[in-house]
């Protein structure tokens, strides 16, 4: 059976380990990567489906199977998928962002084919009915009263996002706004996963120590058989040019002013976003960084700042996330990162700078790659939002490019008011009423 | 001075561990906060260098040096690439054997550290850490908090962190684990110039356990404005990792909590849909701790599932697991255990603390030889030792005004209301 495979790619992923993709008649990817230093496995299965394939009025509907899938199959009664996992000593897991979805296997080397077998049953015979639909329904609202309604940094997260982006779907929330996960329809259910667990939408990745011929064996005899699926066109919205500073305040119960500024910036596989990255970790990514000395050291302005880009396939945001130290304000702190952006233009980092933020991306690189789940999640992650796991070295390659004037245009580029949005939590006053119809936008 | 050391030639970097026994439970009396105090005040100039030097210095090798504190010690934890592995540990060297302790970092972090109490106090699930801690077994060495009060840090004087530094960070009081692309002998060479300038002095004498258990269920409403939900967090002290029962007592918690298959997630999440989450375990320190329940229900739930946590909790401590719960947790901790030890870090961080809690080498990783030899019976008469629901505190971070009455009828003891800014 593993001549039914075809291999399409090969490149190292870390110190000694090779990643292959394979690619199956039905269109199901394969990447497998041997790593032989313990008795374990990673078996992510990947779909490019998240949460901008779905429709406004339905929102969260690629979070909910997330929960669903650990559900009745046609061959598995409720609770059994986690029961045969644990019983392994195993543990299974799923997550769900913008540009994909996958359920995550840890599984001992020994107990492949079950994993295989789980995983394929899932695929094609999950039962979605009423009762069950109804109890993870309240789960994932329980999950959002924890995440965002009753946290201010997932309030923060999904408020920057509703404001950032007007046209794109990543204006929604990967969770889902409440009123649709309470809405969310039984036959669109149905329907949502006819459309998109199919097998060439999908790819299986496994890392660990297993037998690359018994594996590509195991999957053509659990997956060979099912037919692909007729997936939508890709959507085709595009996020229009932002040409002015967006601003949201509301009250919290919290102590000092947090805010989340989100600058528009190139999708993932774009050059400049590994000039971003070095920006980002020039400006807060490092305890030497510029708007960390300057704002929590120097100043005393914040007890901490953030900065972060956001690994979308399209254009997604830089994100700078400050907590306010007491005494201070939102607007105070916006007026010193604003002239910190302005001076790394004005005084551009040095060539030892930029040299310390690539040394910096490379420790973190190797050890995000140092277990077999974190080798899983990298191929996964390059493979189903951009279409080819060897993206990852692309990346690096950039990385190791960057110079110090690139980082000077793309702050002059990207890092300007005009294309940011500002969300801001402020502390509630005294007894006044307050809660989210207070909101303020400019 | 113990050497850990877990050669692994699979990635090009170096993690170590630095573990300077004597945490936080070994702050004075109403100077808590005085052990992390010292340990960031350490990490902020050393030697030649100051602050921001330092800083400079260790980011341009693209390494990360980061102080921390639990219970039982303070901890120093580096991750370098191999090629600066030498750079880093003469930084981290520097770290222990001079730092600066300058006065104006002294001041900066006694404003700074008034905030993380803030940034608590925004977060639920860590403000309902923080006042179970407080409210579980007062007394105990570890009721008392890692990060201080208003109260305590005003008392914190950069003389007394000084002399906690010179009189713990000695070579007999540090555990030291190396792991990563370092062989044996580079590592316990680097080992020893991490140590070689410290001042003889033999390994601190710590806190004894002098907690006795509170008798009786009581109940605190930690009241904060526009909830949805609330924080739970129910449980009493219990006893210390390494007690003779520590394997019944794995499965134990893995039955009642500790697997999604577990009885608190299946009826709180699986059943009834009221929570994202519940789960349970025996806290794992050096002297005994809590065991605690924990789980976020929706406010209007709030009540019904502090009183049916309670019951199934009761009913567990009574009756115990069946043999097949037992048979099925066994073989899941069993198979889990090659998924904790699997990398060269995991190795070392497990033997560090195994040594910190003062347990034989290998402790933990040989826990399945011991799990193989249990009986049901075995895990029934440990969950009757160690498990008390009839003194289980119950915290509950909520909006007091839409969860008191329902909290009350929960069967949890008397409730007590405190504000959430309060501590």
């Known amino acids: 059976?593993?001549?039914?495979?075809?291999?399409?790619?090969?490149?190292?992923?870390?110190?000694?380990?090779?990643?292959?993709?394979?690619?199956?008649?039905?269109?199901?990817?394969?990447?497998?990567?041997?790593?032989?230093?313990?008795?374990?496995?990673?078996?992510?299965?990947?779909?490019?489906?998240?949460?901008?394939?779905?429709?406004?009025?339905?929102?969260?509907?690629?979070?909910?199977?997330e929960h669903l899938m650990f559900g009745q199959t046609e061959q598995l009664p409720p609770g059994e998928f986690d029961r045969l996992v644990e019983r392994t000593g195993g543990e299974s897991n799923a997550a769900t962002w913008v540009d994909w979805t996958y359920y995550k296997l840890s599984l001992p080397a020994r107990d492949l084919a079950l994993g295989v077998r789980l995983e394929s049953e899932r695929m094609q015979h999950l039962v979605l009915e009423h009762d069950r639909v109804e109890s993870e329904r309240d789960v994932v609202t329980n999950e959002r009263r924890e995440r965002v309604e009753d946290d201010v940094d997932g309030w923060l997260d999904e408020q920057l996002m509703a404001h950032a982006f007007t046209e794109h779907p990543y204006r929604w929330p990967t969770i889902g706004w409440m009123e649709d996960i309470r809405a969310l329809a039984l036959p669109e259910i149905r329907a949502f996963y006819r459309t998109w667990y199919a097998p060439n939408n999908a790819t299986i990745v496994c890392v660990g120590d297993f037998d690359e011929r018994e594996l590509r064996d195991l999957i053509?005899?659990?997956?060979?058989?099912?037919?692909?699926?007729?997936?939508?066109?890709?959507?085709?919205?595009?996020?229009?040019?932002?040409?002015?500073?967006?601003?949201?305040?509301?009250?919290?119960?919290?102590?000092?002013?947090?805010?989340?500024?989100?600058?528009?910036a190139p999708g993932q596989d774009e050059p400049d976003w590994a000039v971003l990255e070095i920006v980002a970790t020039l400006l807060a990514g490092c305890p030497s960084a510029r708007l960390h000395r300057k704002l929590v050291i120097e100043q005393e302005a914040a007890s901490s700042v953030d900065a972060q880009?956001?690994?979308?396939?399209?254009?997604?945001?830089?994100?700078?996330?400050?907590?306010?130290?007491?005494?201070?304000?939102?607007?105070?702190?916006?007026?010193?990162?604003?002239?910190?952006?302005?001076?790394?233009?004005?005084?551009?980092?040095?060539?030892a700078e930029v040299e310390k933020a690539k040394a910096l991306a490379e420790t973190d690189l190797w050890s995000s790659l140092s277990d077999v789940d974190g080798k899983a999640e990298a191929l996964g992650h390059y493979e189903t939002a951009l279409g080819d796991f060897r993206r990852l070295d692309t990346l690096v390659q950039h990385l190791t490019a960057v110079t110090a004037a690139d980082v000077a245009r793309a702050v002059?580029?990207?890092?300007?008011?005009?294309?940011?949005?500002?969300?801001?939590?402020?502390?509630?006053?005294?007894?006044?009423?307050a809660d989210d119809d207070d909101e303020k936008v400019a | 001075m113990q050497v850990v050391v877990e050669a692994s030639p699979d990635t090009p970097l170096v993690w170590f561990d630095i573990a300077?026994?004597?945490?936080?439970?070994?702050?004075?009396?109403?100077?808590?906060?005085?052990?992390?105090?010292?340990?960031?005040?350490?990490?902020?100039?050393?030697?030649?260098?100051?602050?921001?030097?330092?800083?400079?210095?260790?980011?341009?090798?693209?390494?990360?040096?980061?102080?921390?504190?639990?219970?039982?010690?303070?901890?120093?934890?580096?991750?370098?690439?191999?090629?600066?592995?030498?750079?880093?540990?003469?930084?981290a060297a520097d770290i222990l054997a001079a730092p600066r302790f300058d006065e104006d970092e002294?001041?900066?972090?006694?404003?700074?550290?008034?905030?993380?109490?803030?940034?608590?106090?925004?977060?639920?699930?860590?403000?309902?850490?923080?006042?179970?801690?407080?409210?579980?077994?007062?007394?105990?060495?570890?009721?008392?908090?890692?990060?201080?009060?208003?109260?305590?840090?005003?008392?914190?004087?950069?003389?007394?962190?000084?002399?906690?530094?010179?009189?713990?960070?000695?070579?007999?009081?540090?555990?030291i684990g190396l792991a990563g692309d370092v062989d044996d002998a580079r590592a316990r060479s680097l080992a020893q110039r991490l140590v070689e300038r410290l001042p003889a002095g033999a390994a601190i004498a710590q806190?004894?356990?002098?907690?006795?258990?509170?008798?009786?269920?009581?109940?605190?409403?930690?009241?904060?404005?526009?909830?949805?939900?609330?924080?739970?967090?129910?449980?009493?002290?219990?006893?210390?990792?390494?007690?003779?029962?520590?394997?019944?007592?794995a499965v134990a918690e893995a039955i009642l909590g500790g697997m999604f298959s577990s009885r608190l997630m299946q009826e709180i999440r699986v059943k009834r849909g009221w929570s994202y989450g519940a789960g349970c375990a025996l806290r794992r320190s050096r002297l005994p701790h809590w065991f605690e329940v924990w789980t976020a229900a929706a406010i209007?739930?709030?009540?019904?599932?502090?009183?049916?946590?309670?019951?199934?909790?009761?009913?567990?401590?009574?009756?115990?697991?069946?043999?097949?719960?037992?048979?099925?947790?066994?073989?899941?901790?069993?198979?889990?255990?090659?998924?904790?030890?699997?990398?060269?870090?995991?190795?070392?961080?497990?033997?560090?603390?195994?040594?910190?809690?003062?347990?034989?080498?290998?402790?933990?990783?040989?826990?399945?030889?011991?799990?193989?030899?249990?009986?049901?019976?075995?895990?029934?008469?440990?969950?009757?030792r160690h498990f008390h629901p009839d003194d289980a505190v119950t915290v509950a971070v909520t909006t007091a005004e839409t969860a008191r009455a329902a909290l009350e009828a929960a069967n949890a003891g008397p409730i007590t209301v405190v504000r959430h800014d309060e501590y």
């Open chain 1, 1 to 65: 059976m593993s001549s039914e495979w075809q291999l399409e790619a090969e490149a190292p992923i870390g110190r000694g380990v090779t990643a292959k993709r394979f690619r199956l008649h039905n269109g199901l990817g394969l990447i497998a990567a041997l790593d032989r230093r313990a008795p374990i496995l990673a078996l992510q299965t990947w779909f490019r489906v998240g949460s901008r394939h779905e429709r406004p009025g339905a929102t969260g509907m690629a979070h909910l199977f």
């Open chain 1, 412 to 433: 002059r580029t990207y890092l300007v008011s005009t294309r940011r949005t500002i969300v801001i939590a402020e502390p509630e006053e005294g007894d006044d009423e």
């Open chain 1, 309 to 351: 880009l956001t690994p979308f396939r399209d254009p997604s945001l830089m994100r700078l996330a400050v907590t306010t130290a007491r005494g201070h304000d939102a607007d105070e702190v916006i007026a010193s990162i604003d002239r910190e952006i302005a001076r790394l233009v004005e005084d551009p980092p040095t060539a």
């Open chain 1, 220 to 264: 053509a005899q659990h997956y060979g058989h099912i037919p692909p699926a007729q997936l939508p066109p890709a959507s085709a919205a595009v996020e229009p040019e932002q040409q002015r500073e967006r601003i949201v305040r509301a009250p919290k119960p919290i102590a000092t002013d947090r805010l989340l500024i989100g600058y528009k």
């Open chain 2, 20 to 91: 300077i026994r004597g945490g936080a439970s070994a702050d004075p009396v109403g100077i808590e906060g005085l052990h992390r105090h010292a340990a960031l005040l350490a990490r902020r100039g050393a030697g030649t260098r100051v602050r921001a030097v330092l800083d400079e210095t260790l980011d341009g090798l693209g390494a990360a040096l980061e102080v921390g504190v639990s219970r039982d010690s303070l901890s120093i934890s580096g991750l370098a690439l191999s090629r600066h592995a030498d750079a880093v540990i003469a930084l």
């Open chain 2, 106 to 175: 002294h001041a900066r972090l006694l404003r700074e550290t008034p905030q993380v109490l803030d940034e608590i106090r925004d977060d639920d699930g860590a403000l309902a850490t923080r006042w179970f801690d407080w409210l579980c077994s007062p007394g105990h060495p570890y009721g008392r908090t890692s990060l201080g009060t208003e109260g305590s840090l005003a008392k914190i004087r950069r003389e007394d962190a000084i002399a906690l530094w010179r009189r713990e960070v000695v070579a007999d009081n540090l555990v």
């Open chain 2, 300 to 384: 209007e739930v709030a009540g019904p599932a502090v009183a049916l946590t309670l019951e199934l909790y009761a009913d567990y401590a009574a009756n115990g697991p069946t043999e097949e719960e037992v048979d099925f947790a066994r073989s899941y901790l069993i198979g889990a255990m090659p998924f904790h030890v699997a990398t060269a870090r995991q190795r070392m961080q497990l033997a560090v603390r195994d040594a910190v809690f003062e347990l034989p080498a290998g402790y933990t990783a040989k826990l399945p030889e011991a799990l193989g030899q249990l009986a049901a019976a075995d895990v029934r008469a440990a969950c009757a």
């Open chain 2, 207 to 249: 806190p004894e356990d002098t907690g006795e258990r509170a008798r009786g269920r009581r109940a605190f409403l930690v009241d904060k404005p526009d909830r949805t939900q609330a924080q739970l967090r129910i449980g009493h002290l219990a006893t210390r990792y390494g007690h003779p029962d520590t394997p019944a007592i």
